[in-house]
C-alpha cells in the first residue's frame, strides 16, 4: 500500500506533464532545414575581415547593384499586385465572356520559363533590355502569383461583406474598398511575397536580359573564384533584402481573423454585367495573354521551324522528359510535407517564436540557386559524404528553393479553415493525427494542390542548382535547354523548350481546374 502511495503522484505527473505538440517540432526542424545556406552564407562571409568586408562591399559597384535589385522588385511586385489583382477580379466577379477558359489562360505563363520568355522579347526586339525591359517581363512571367490566390479568394468571398456595407449606406466603390479589400489583402501580399523573392534569386532571365542585378554579379563572383569572400558577402546583402522583404509583408498582412464563423453556408455571388464595358475587358484580357503567353510561344514556333541547329534527338528528349517529371513529381510530395507544419503552426499558433519560424522558412528561396547549391555541397562534402552527388541531395534543393510556394497556398487555405472545427472534433475525443487526417486536410486540399502544382511547375524550369547538384548524367530539360542556348544553337534547345512547356502545362492548368463554380459559370 506505501508503494502504492508513493508511485501514484508520479504516475499523475506523467499524465499531466505537458507534451510539446509533434506540429511545432516538425516546424522547427523544417525552419532549421532551411536556414542551413544562411548559416553557409554567415560563416562564409565571417572569414573575411572587416577592412576586406568594407573593400568589397562599399563600392560603386555595390550600389548599382543595389539600385539594380530594390528598383525590379519594387516595380515588378507592384505591377503584378495591380496586374494580378485586377485580371483575377474582372474574371471571377465579372460576367465577361469565356471566364473558364480565361481563368485558365492567366495561369499559362506559369508554363513558360522566364528565361525562355526573355530570350522570345530579345529575339523581336534588343530595346527590352535593361530595367524597363525586366520589369515587363519578370511582370508577365510573374503576375500569376498574384493573380491564382487573389481569384481562389475571390470565389470564396461571401457577398454578405459588401451587401452590409451597402445596407450600411456606403457606394459600389466604398463597400468594395472597405469590406472586400481587406479580405484579398493576405492574398494579395502573400503572392507580392513570392513576387519579391522569386525576382531576388531569379538568373536566367536577367543575364540574357542584361541587367544586372545581385545574382547576376554572384554567379559571377562564383564562376571567377569559386566560394570567394566576394560572393558570399553579396549572398549576405541578399540576405537582407529577403529579411525586408519578410517583415514588410508581415507588417503589412496583419492577425486579422479571415475565416468565416456562422449559421448557414457562404453564398455564391453571381457575376457582375459588365454592359458596354464588355470589349475593353476582353480586349484587356486579350492583350495580357498574348504579352505574356502568345509572343514567347511564337517565337519557340519559329525556333522549332527555322532554326538552323534545330533537331529531334529522341533518345535524349526522353531520358530528359524522364528525369524532368520524376524530380518534378518526387520534389512536390517532399515540399507539400515539410510545408504542412510551418503552415498550421503559422495559422493556429501566436508567438514571437512561431513568427520566426515561419519567416525563417523564407529566407532560403531568397537564394539564388547556386548559392543553396553550395551551401549543400559543402555541408555534403564536410559532413555526410554519402549524399553527396545523390538525388536525395537536390530534392532538398528543391525543396529550401521552393518551400515558400506551397507555404502561401497552404497558409492561405488554412486562414479560411475556423479553428473552431479542430476544437470541436478534439472534444468529440479524435486524436490530432484524426483531426488532421478527417478535418483540416479535406478542407485545405485545393490549397495542398495549388501548392504542390507550383512546386511542380518551378522544378520543371529549374536551372542554377539543377547544374550544380544534379549526379553525374543527370540531364533535365532545363539543363539541356540553357546548354544548347548558351552556345548560341537556338534551333537545338527549342525542342527542350517546347517539352518544358508542354510538361508545365497541365500543372498549370490544375491550379484553375476549379476556378468558376458551376453556378455561376
Given at each position: 500500500?506505501?508503494?502504492?502511495?508513493?508511485?501514484?503522484?508520479?504516475?499523475a505527473?506523467?499524465?499531466v506533464?505537458p507534451?510539446?505538440?509533434?506540429?511545432?517540432?516538425?516546424?522547427?526542424?523544417?525552419?532549421?532545414?532551411?536556414?542551413v545556406?544562411?548559416?553557409?552564407?554567415l560563416?562564409?562571409?565571417?572569414?573575411?575581415?572587416?577592412?576586406?568586408?568594407?573593400?568589397?562591399?562599399?563600392?560603386?559597384?555595390?550600389?548599382?547593384?543595389?539600385?539594380?535589385?530594390?528598383?525590379?522588385?519594387?516595380?515588378?511586385?507592384?505591377?503584378?499586385?495591380v496586374?494580378?489583382?485586377?485580371?483575377?477580379?474582372?474574371?471571377?466577379?465579372?460576367?465577361?465572356?469565356?471566364?473558364?477558359?480565361?481563368?485558365?489562360?492567366?495561369?499559362?505563363?506559369?508554363?513558360?520559363?522566364?528565361?525562355?520568355?526573355?530570350?522570345?522579347?530579345?529575339?523581336?526586339?534588343?530595346?527590352?533590355?535593361?530595367?524597363?525591359?525586366?520589369?515587363?517581363?519578370?511582370?508577365?512571367?510573374y503576375?500569376?502569383?498574384?493573380?491564382?490566390?487573389?481569384?481562389?479568394?475571390?470565389?470564396?468571398?461571401?457577398?454578405?461583406?459588401?451587401?452590409?456595407?451597402?445596407?450600411?449606406?456606403?457606394?459600389?466603390?466604398a463597400?468594395?474598398?472597405?469590406?472586400?479589400?481587406?479580405l484579398?489583402?493576405?492574398?494579395?501580399?502573400?503572392?507580392a511575397?513570392?513576387?519579391?523573392?522569386?525576382?531576388?534569386?531569379?538568373f536566367?532571365?536577367?543575364?540574357?536580359?542584361?541587367?544586372?542585378?545581385?545574382?547576376?554579379?554572384?554567379?559571377?563572383?562564383?564562376?571567377?573564384?569559386?566560394?570567394?569572400?566576394?560572393?558570399?558577402?553579396?549572398?549576405?546583402?541578399?540576405?537582407?533584402?529577403?529579411?525586408?522583404?519578410l517583415?514588410?509583408?508581415?507588417?503589412?498582412?496583419?492577425?486579422?481573423?479571415?475565416?468565416?464563423?456562422?449559421?448557414?453556408?457562404?453564398?455564391l455571388?453571381?457575376?457582375?454585367?459588365?454592359?458596354?464595358?464588355?470589349?475593353?475587358?476582353?480586349?484587356?484580357?486579350?492583350?495580357?495573354?498574348?504579352?505574356?503567353?502568345?509572343?514567347?510561344?511564337?517565337?519557340l514556333?519559329?525556333?522549332?521551324?527555322?532554326?538552323?541547329?534545330?533537331a529531334?534527338p529522341?533518345?535524349?528528349?526522353?531520358?530528359?522528359?524522364?528525369?524532368?517529371?520524376?524530380?518534378?513529381?518526387?520534389c512536390?510530395?517532399?515540399?507539400?510535407?515539410?510545408?504542412?507544419?510551418?503552415?498550421?503552426v503559422?495559422?493556429?499558433?501566436?508567438?514571437?517564436l512561431?513568427?520566426?519560424?515561419?519567416?525563417?522558412?523564407?529566407?532560403?528561396?531568397?537564394?539564388?540557386?547556386?548559392?543553396?547549391?553550395l551551401?549543400?555541397?559543402?555541408v555534403?562534402?564536410?559532413?555526410?559524404?554519402v549524399?553527396?552527388?545523390?538525388?536525395a541531395?537536390?530534392?532538398?534543393?528543391?525543396?529550401?528553393?521552393f518551400?515558400p510556394?506551397?507555404?502561401?497556398?497552404?497558409?492561405?487555405?488554412?486562414?479560411?479553415?475556423p479553428p473552431?472545427l479542430?476544437d470541436?472534433a478534439?472534444?468529440?475525443?479524435?486524436?490530432?493525427?484524426?483531426?488532421l487526417?478527417?478535418?483540416?486536410?479535406?478542407?485545405?486540399?485545393?490549397?495542398l494542390?495549388?501548392?504542390?502544382?507550383?512546386v511542380f511547375?518551378?522544378?520543371?524550369?529549374?536551372?542554377?542548382?539543377?547544374?550544380?547538384l544534379?549526379?553525374?548524367?543527370?540531364?533535365?530539360?532545363?539543363?539541356?535547354?540553357?546548354?544548347?542556348?548558351?552556345?548560341?544553337?537556338?534551333g537545338?534547345?527549342?525542342?527542350?523548350?517546347?517539352?518544358?512547356?508542354?510538361?508545365s502545362?497541365?500543372?498549370?492548368?490544375?491550379?484553375?481546374?476549379?476556378?468558376?463554380?458551376?453556378?455561376v459559370?
Amino acid at each position: 500500500m506505501s508503494a502504492g502511495l508513493t508511485t501514484a503522484p508520479a504516475a499523475a505527473a506523467a499524465r499531466v506533464r505537458p507534451r510539446v505538440p509533434f506540429g511545432s517540432v516538425a516546424a522547427v526542424a523544417v525552419a532549421a532545414l532551411t536556414l542551413v545556406p544562411l548559416g553557409f552564407v554567415l560563416v562564409a562571409s565571417a572569414g573575411a575581415g572587416p577592412a576586406e568586408a568594407g573593400a568589397l562591399l562599399f563600392r560603386a559597384r555595390v550600389g548599382e547593384l543595389l539600385l539594380n535589385t530594390v528598383g525590379l522588385v519594387l516595380a515588378t511586385t507592384t505591377a503584378c499586385a495591380v496586374v494580378g489583382t485586377a485580371a483575377a477580379w474582372v474574371v471571377v466577379r465579372t460576367a465577361v465572356p469565356g471566364r473558364p477558359v480565361w481563368l485558365a489562360l492567366l495561369a499559362a505563363p506559369l508554363a513558360v520559363p522566364a528565361f525562355v520568355n526573355s530570350y522570345a522579347w530579345v529575339s523581336l526586339t534588343p530595346a527590352v533590355e535593361g530595367f524597363a525591359g525586366a520589369v515587363l517581363i519578370t511582370t508577365l512571367s510573374y503576375y500569376p502569383f498574384v493573380a491564382l490566390p487573389v481569384a481562389a479568394v475571390l470565389r470564396g468571398l461571401d457577398p454578405v461583406h459588401e451587401e452590409s456595407a451597402r445596407a450600411l449606406g456606403l457606394g459600389p466603390v466604398a463597400a468594395v474598398r472597405r469590406a472586400v479589400l481587406p479580405l484579398l489583402r493576405p492574398a494579395v501580399l502573400g503572392g507580392a511575397l513570392l513576387v519579391g523573392l522569386h525576382l531576388l534569386a531569379e538568373f536566367g532571365a536577367l543575364q540574357m536580359l542584361r541587367f544586372p542585378t545581385f545574382t547576376t554579379a554572384i554567379y559571377d563572383a562564383y564562376e571567377a573564384t569559386f566560394a570567394g569572400p566576394a560572393a558570399t558577402l553579396l549572398a549576405a546583402v541578399l540576405v537582407l533584402l529577403c529579411l525586408v522583404l519578410l517583415v514588410g509583408e508581415l507588417r503589412l498582412a496583419g492577425r486579422a481573423r479571415l475565416a468565416r464563423v456562422g449559421s448557414g453556408a457562404a453564398r455564391l455571388r453571381p457575376p457582375r454585367p459588365l454592359g458596354r464595358a464588355t470589349p475593353l475587358a476582353l480586349a484587356g484580357l486579350a492583350a495580357l495573354v498574348v504579352l505574356a503567353l502568345g509572343v514567347p510561344l511564337g517565337v519557340l514556333g519559329r525556333w522549332l521551324v527555322e532554326g538552323s541547329s534545330t533537331a529531334f534527338p529522341l533518345v535524349e528528349l526522353g531520358a530528359a522528359t524522364l528525369t524532368t517529371l520524376g524530380l518534378a513529381a518526387g520534389c512536390a510530395v517532399l515540399t507539400t510535407l515539410l510545408a504542412l507544419p510551418v503552415a498550421w503552426v503559422a495559422v493556429r499558433r501566436r508567438g514571437r517564436l512561431i513568427r520566426i519560424v515561419e519567416r525563417s522558412s523564407f529566407i532560403g528561396s531568397s537564394l539564388p540557386g547556386i548559392v543553396v547549391a553550395l551551401a549543400l555541397v559543402t555541408v555534403a562534402v564536410r559532413g555526410l559524404p554519402v549524399i553527396y552527388q545523390t538525388t536525395a541531395l537536390l530534392l532538398v534543393a528543391y525543396a529550401i528553393l521552393f518551400l515558400p510556394r506551397t507555404m502561401v497556398a497552404l497558409r492561405a487555405a488554412l486562414a479560411q479553415v475556423p479553428p473552431e472545427l479542430d476544437d470541436a472534433a478534439r472534444s468529440l475525443g479524435v486524436r490530432p493525427a484524426g483531426v488532421l487526417a478527417r478535418v483540416t486536410l479535406p478542407l485545405v486540399a485545393r490549397g495542398l494542390g495549388a501548392g504542390s502544382a507550383l512546386v511542380f511547375l518551378a522544378v520543371v524550369t529549374e536551372l542554377t542548382a539543377t547544374l550544380l547538384l544534379a549526379p553525374i548524367g543527370t540531364d533535365t530539360l532545363a539543363t539541356e535547354f540553357w546548354g544548347h542556348a548558351d552556345a548560341v544553337a537556338y534551333g537545338a534547345a527549342a525542342p527542350y523548350a517546347a517539352l518544358m512547356v508542354l510538361l508545365s502545362a497541365p500543372a498549370a492548368y490544375l491550379l484553375t481546374r476549379r476556378g468558376i463554380p458551376e453556378a455561376v459559370s
